[in-house]
């Protein structure tokens, strides 16, 4: 009987911690940072979110650009339409002067449009255009910041570094 017991306790504790490392690494990092080589400044890395990009010394650049910039109303009227139809990604250096203006200004863009930024992926990488956590060499990582559109998993375009015309008419320009 107590070997019975002992025998059904185990099976309980390895069954809690199956489940519990099933758990720890489904869980995607959000908003780590590291120190830059070039700066000696923290900055961010891996997965991120729109909170995470509020915070810090990318924050600052966050605020103003996201607020500065008025997107054309005729552009957005056509994007929200057709723009729940598509997945981004979002590939950006919190280093990059590129990425501090564009990123605020396309989330943005995402936000006037009644996009659900829940949807966004964001990937933060270092200098090398490399991250920790997340494999990003299936990107083709030149330049950055990159918008990624996808439909149906598959990529339909892409915005990379500074857009061409305005970032929601390129976007427009992607998805039409």
Not at 70 to 90: H, Q, R
Not at 99 to 117: C, H, M
Not at 149 to 168: A, F, W
Request: glycine share 4%.
């Amino acid at each position: 009987m107590q070997n019975k017991l002992y025998m059904m306790n185990i099976k309980t504790i390895i069954i809690a911690l199956i489940v519990l490392s099933g758990l720890q690494t489904k869980a995607q990092p959000f908003n780590h940072f590291v120190i830059d080589s070039k700066t000696n400044t923290n900055i961010l890395i891996d997965y991120c979110d729109i909170e995470g990009l509020q915070k810090d010394d990318y924050g600052t650049y966050f605020e103003k650009y996201y607020n500065d910039y008025k997107p054309s109303k005729s552009s957005l009227k056509k994007l929200k339409k057709k723009l729940d139809n598509f997945e981004i990604t979002i590939v950006l250096g919190a280093w990059c002067s590129d990425s501090k203006r564009e990123v605020p200004r396309f989330i943005k863009v995402l936000d006037d449009a009644g996009y659900d930024n829940n949807r966004v992926k964001i990937i933060a990488v270092d200098r090398n255009k490399k991250a920790n956590l997340v494999d990003v060499s299936e990107l083709d990582i030149q330049r950055v910041p990159i918008f990624i559109v996808y439909e149906d998993n598959k990529e339909v375009g892409r915005i990379i570094e500074t857009p061409h015309k305005s970032l929601e008419k390129d976007l427009w320009k992607i998805i039409k």
